[in-house]
């Protein structure tokens, strides 16, 4: 590009590229979505179609950008999360989550007809998105920010159950059964929902109990052929071989099915199960 006088505006812009080897995880959230909500009667407290269209969106957010292991949705929020090894963007922090929220913007609205038929999208009531970018230093804290969304998850949906019911089942004011919840425990609610209106809490449905966990089913990966010992330097046509393997694994990961899952990812045993997903 030819240098013009204007030339130094750039110097203007400020660094914000993340710590490199760290976990990235962006976290995006739906702007004044009880509004929202309220404008296109979704179902109170859960409405399946916006659920799911949230994640036919994340999907789509995945399969777009091969960097992301694992996605966890919730409400109107969702976390998407990047290998510590993703050099996508150099690792810059405005253009990862602009993107990851465009990306998700523009196909929850292609995609919102679908679910919800009958129901234009009309200005102002018109779906955006907010987004930052936080890093976790190492798998036990990333496990432990998932762990604290998926708790977030349960307690919002106990109230928000118990609440629901209480006002749309037992007839009660919205500022009644707010009254009577202040300084509950989840024990009580659960006493509420099935001495009261005879509901087994367990009961309701996985997806509203534990948010939705998106991640790749298991791809093959082949062993890169080396033939030199390993304290040798790579040579150049070393070092473009694991480039291309590198596009390879990309490749892959852009193939491998994308699963919607609702379980527990608190215990161990999901990630055990599935290694691959943080590897
Ligand atoms: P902000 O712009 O600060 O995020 P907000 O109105 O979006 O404000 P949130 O705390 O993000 O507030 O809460 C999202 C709200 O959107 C929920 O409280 C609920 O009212 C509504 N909502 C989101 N998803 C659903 C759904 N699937 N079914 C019913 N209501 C939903
Ligand atoms: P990146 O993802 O890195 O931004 P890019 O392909 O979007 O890559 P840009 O430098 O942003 O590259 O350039 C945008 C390109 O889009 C232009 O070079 C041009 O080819 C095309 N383009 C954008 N707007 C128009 C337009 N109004 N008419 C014709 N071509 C356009
Ligand atoms: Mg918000
Ligand atoms: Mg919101
Ligand atoms: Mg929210
Ligand atoms: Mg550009
Ligand atoms: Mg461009």
């Not at 300084?183 to 449905?205: C, M, P, Q």
């Not at 089913?217 to 062993?223: M, P």
């Not at 390879?248 to 919607?260: G, T």
């Amino acid at each position: 590009m030819a240098n013009s006088r204007f030339e130094y505006v750039k110097s203007f812009e400020q660094p914000d590229v993340l710590l490199p080897n760290t976990w990235i995880v962006v976290r995006i959230d739906g702007r004044g979505f009880h509004k929202l909500s309220d404008h296109y009667s979704f179902a109170k407290p859960n409405d399946r179609a916006a659920l799911d269209l949230m994640n036919a969106a994340a999907v789509e957010v995945m399969k777009d950008l091969p960097d992301l292991c694992i996605a966890y949705g919730v409400s109107d929020e969702y976390s998407f999360v990047f290998h510590p090894s993703c050099q996508l963007f150099e690792r810059r922090n405005g253009k990862l989550v602009t993107t990851i929220v465009s990306t998700f913007t523009a196909h929850y609205i292609y995609k919102w007809n679908q679910y919800f038929p009958g129901k234009p999208l009309q200005p102002p009531y018109l779906p955006s998105f907010d987004g930052r970018a936080v890093i976790y230093p190492n798998s036990q804290i990333l496990r432990d920010y998932m762990s604290w969304r998926q708790v977030d998850c349960h307690i919002n949906n106990l109230y928000n159950t118990t609440f629901w019911t209480m006002v749309l089942q037992g007839g009660m004011s919205n500022t009644d059964a707010e009254q009577e919840l202040k300084g509950t425990v989840s024990a009580d609610k659960n006493e509420i929902l099935f001495s009261r209106f005879g509901i087994n809490y367990n009961n309701e449905l996985e997806i509203y109990k534990k948010g939705s966990v998106l991640y790749r089913q298991q791809y093959e990966l082949e062993e890169p052929k080396s033939t030199k010992s390993a304290d040798e330097e790579p040579s150049v046509a070393q070092t473009q071989q694991s480039r291309s393997q590198q596009d390879k694994i990309r490749k892959l990961r852009r193939k491998a099915q994308v699963v919607v899952d609702h379980v527990d990812i608190i215990k161990d045993e999901f990630w055990e199960k599935r290694p691959w997903i943080l590897s």
